[in-house]
Nanobody, 121 residues
Framework: QVQLVESGGGLVQPGGSLRLSCAAS????????MGWYRQTPGKERELVAV???????NFGDFVKGRFTISRDNAKNMVHLQMNSLKLEDTAVYYC???????????????WGQGTQVTVSS
């Protein structure tokens, strides 16, 4: 089994910062991509930021340099540093990882349970 556990969500004022963390655990052989998506009611889940195994980074268009993503491969963790937060960044943020489990030849996508980020004055 594989689990992704997120932490770090909460309430922040506009212009503030938050740091989200996600830890993957279980019978992990290797991790390809790790990243973050977000979703608000009535909308599709959208990419926030993703880090590939080779270090390639991709960000949602709305990020515009405000967020950074980093991985700690030794700990199977990914972090999302969010600065200059806006009201429209309010959403549930989900950790995602593409993982190959020990003894398996294929990779699968796994999701965390989600963490609420609320930007409000």
């Amino acid at each position: 089994q594989v689990q992704l556990v997120e932490s770090g969500g909460g309430l922040v004022q506009p212009g503030g910062s938050l740091r989200l963390s996600c830890a993957a655990s279980g019978d992990i052989f290797s991790i390809n991509t790790m990243g973050w998506y977000r979703q608000t009611p009535g909308k599709e889940r959208e990419l926030v930021a993703v880090s590939g195994s080779g270090g390639k980074l991709n960000f949602g268009d709305f990020v515009k340099g405000r967020f950074t993503i980093s991985r700690d491969n030794a700990k199977n963790m990914v972090h999302l540093q969010m600065n200059s937060l806006k009201l429209e960044d309010t959403a549930v943020y989900y950790c995602n990882a593409n993982i190959r489990r020990s003894g398996f030849a294929v990779t699968m996508d796994y999701w965390g349970q989600g963490t609420q980020v609320t930007v409000s004055s």
